[in-house]
Nanobody, 110 residues
Framework: QVQLVESGGGLVQPGGSLRLSCTAS????????VGWYRQAPGKQRELVAS????ANTNYADSVKGRFTISRDNAVYLQMNSLKPEDTAVYYC???????WGQGTQVTVSS
């Protein structure tokens, strides 16, 4: 079993930045791809960004050019130029497994 822990969420003004981190209880991020998902109230959970085992990245159209996913011993999501519509709970997920973090709240509001 693997535990994932997200951190770095919070309240930020529109146009601001946040950096989310996802750590794992054992080394897994270089074995599997990892995705950042988000779920806003009343909406389905959606994939925001992913990074493959080979470090190829993919982004939802809504965040391209603003968000960057990266990985070392943890997986990060750098979020710039944040908009109110980015408000959601953000989750880390190890692809092709049942491993999810507990989520971290991101609120973009003035």
């Amino acid at each position: 079993q693997v535990q994932l822990v997200e951190s770095g969420g919070g309240l930020v003004q529109p146009g601001g930045s946040l950096r989310l981190s996802c750590t794992a209880s054992r080394s897994i991020f270089r074995v599997y791809g990892v995705g950042w998902y988000r779920q806003a109230p009343g909406k389905q959970r959606e994939l925001v960004a992913s990074i493959t085992r080979g470090a190829n990245t993919n982004y939802a159209d809504s965040v391209k050019g603003r968000f960057t996913i990266s990985r070392d011993n943890a997986v990060y999501l750098q979020m710039n130029s944040l908009k109110p519509e980015d408000t959601a709970v953000y989750y880390c997920h190890v692809l092709n497994t049942d491993y999810w973090g507990q989520g971290t709240q991101v609120t973009v509001s003035s």
